[in-house]
């Protein structure tokens, strides 16, 4: 099974600065055969379902703004937000799935400085 | 508009058995993979069930392998979670999610419903 960490479990930005959420999966989540990573990012607010923001570790979701974006391959990917707002406040996971089994990371909380 | 509606938590004993559905609208059912994803109060998300669009290929978490059952039926528009077995450690809300991408077994979830709680309690 692919286990994917991320960090930091929490961060705290202050408005309008970048926050940076990484996320390392156990093996590989790029697909030879299409060159894409297999590699989501969600939000999740308090009492609401998560939402999703990036998909093919790059791709943003639509509607969502364009301070969220994400970026690497293989087994290390980030997400960034460019300049943190209020509603940004929330907990973010990536989620892998290359695999038969699509295993999330353990969340990262990120809330205002 | 993409609508998903979980239903069939509730209150159950350890060793004891429930069925929870997702009724799904607003998208062809029978063309997306459809996921179940669960949190404990307080915890993050846990990805426990998906099924492809045809329900004929399926695979579940280690957590919950031979005691959940993940299937679908696609003249009622709706996907089934059948849990037995029920352990304390299943208590969480669960949530029914939508694949983004037609066909595909392997998808992000680009929609999901608002869940449903199921406690594990003697």
């Known amino acids: 099974d692919i286990v994917m960490t991320q960090s930091p479990d929490s961060l705290a930005v202050s408005l309008g600065e970048r926050a940076t959420i990484n996320c390392k999966s156990s093996?590989?989540?790029?697909?030879?055969?299409?060159?894409?990573?297999?590699l989501a990012w969600y939000q999740q607010k308090p009492g609401q379902p998560p939402k999703l923001l990036i998909y093919?570790?790059?791709t943003r979701e639509s509607g969502v703004p364009d301070r969220f974006s994400g970026s690497g391959s293989g087994t290390d990917f980030t997400l960034t937000i460019s300049s943190l707002q209020a509603e940004d406040v929330a907990v973010y996971y990536c989620?892998?799935?290359?695999?038969?089994?699509?295993?999330f990371g353990q969340g990262t909380k990120l809330e205002i400085k | 508009e993409v609508q998903l509606l979980e239903s069939g938590g509730g209150l159950v004993q350890p060793g004891g058995s429930l069925r929870l559905s997702c009724a799904a609208s607003?998208?062809?059912?029978?063309?997306?993979?459809m996921s179940w994803v669960r949190q404990a109060p307080g915890k993050g998300l846990e990805w426990v069930s998906t099924?492809?669009?045809?329900?004929?290929?399926?695979h579940s978490a280690d957590s919950v392998k031979g005691r959940f059952t993940i299937s679908r039926d696609s003249s009622k528009n709706t996907l089934y979670l059948q849990m037995n077995s029920l352990r304390v450690e299943d208590t969480a809300v669960y949530f029914c999610?939508?694949?983004?991408?037609?066909?595909?077994?392997?998808?992000?979830?680009?929609?999901w419903g608002q869940g449903t709680l199921v406690i594990v309690s003697s």
């Open positions: 999610a939508k694949a983004r991408v037609s066909v595909e077994y392997s998808s992000s979830s680009d929609y």
């Open positions: 607003g998208f062809t059912f029978s063309s997306y993979a």
């Open positions: 099924i492809s669009s045809s329900g004929g290929n399926t």
């Open positions: 093996q590989s989540v790029l697909y030879r055969s299409d060159n894409k990573n297999y």
């Open positions: 093919w570790a790059s």
């Open positions: 989620q892998q799935y290359y695999g038969d089994l699509h295993t």
